[in-house]
């Protein structure tokens, strides 16, 4: 996935796209204003935007938002703005999501996965490495993996929500009936195990939870 960061603030715009780095998203450029904005969307693939609605020049992210939208580029609202007329202009546009100044990596993550979900394409069973079969059982190219089941229930959440975030607490929940004793310290060995069992991607978000790409 493409995405494009409209924001004229250096270090929100870096910040954001360290986060889209982690959950594997590929960041085709900053602008820093409309002139720059339009120049990518014209010059390069982008697959989803993220726009300040204040940035630099005569025109603002609204504007930029309205040639997304003639392009068909979904995109995430993002402001200091809280009156109700910005926020009701900006909504008349549809955004997926709409985030207030100053962000944390959490919402950020959660505005993310509203992206994915509205652009992804499902992709064939088949053509997976791993797969979960209607048994609960983890099969690794057709073949059944010998797993505990703790391991078990990660890969499963791993490979059901994966290029998606699981948070610590989904684990947990899942895990809650095991009879070993579940913490972010447990967590983390069973994910261990798991990557060096099967050489698995299973990408740390700090503080968050963690990520499966196959």
């Known amino acids: 996935m493409n995405l494009l960061i409209i924001e004229d603030e250096w270090l929100v715009a870096h910040f954001i796209a360290d986060i889209a780095l ?8 900053i602008a820093q204003s409309y002139d720059e904005a339009i120049q990518i969307i014209n010059t390069l693939i982008v697959d989803c935007a993220i726009v300040d609605i204040n940035i ?13 939208s003639t392009k068909n580029i979904p995109f995430i609202f993002l402001t200091a703005y809280k009156d109700i007329d910005t926020i009701q202009e900006a909504t008349n546009l549809k955004p997926l999501s709409y985030l207030i100044k100053p962000i944390s990596e959490e919402n950020l993550i959660a505005a993310f996965m509203i992206v994915k979900n509205s652009i992804s394409t499902i992709i064939p069973n088949e053509t997976k490495l791993f797969q979960v079969n209607n048994d609960g059982m983890i099969l690794k190219d057709g073949r059944i993996l010998p797993l505990s089941n703790s391991e078990r229930i990660v890969m499963t959440l791993l490979i059901k ?5 699981v948070l610590h607490e989904t684990f ?3 895990l809650w009936d095991n009879p070993e004793d579940i913490n972010e310290g447990t ?3 069973i994910i261990l195990k798991l990557r060096k069992k099967f050489d698995l991607q299973i990408n740390n978000i700090k503080n968050v939870g963690y990520i499966f790409v196959q």
């Open 22 to 29: 982690m959950q594997s998203i590929n960041v085709v450029g």
């Open 172 to 174: 947990f929940e899942y």
């Open 161 to 165: 929500n994966q290029q998606n975030v």
């Open 56 to 68: 630099k020049g005569l025109k603002h992210g609204i504007d930029v938002a309205r040639y997304l």
């Open 187 to 189: 967590l983390r060995n």
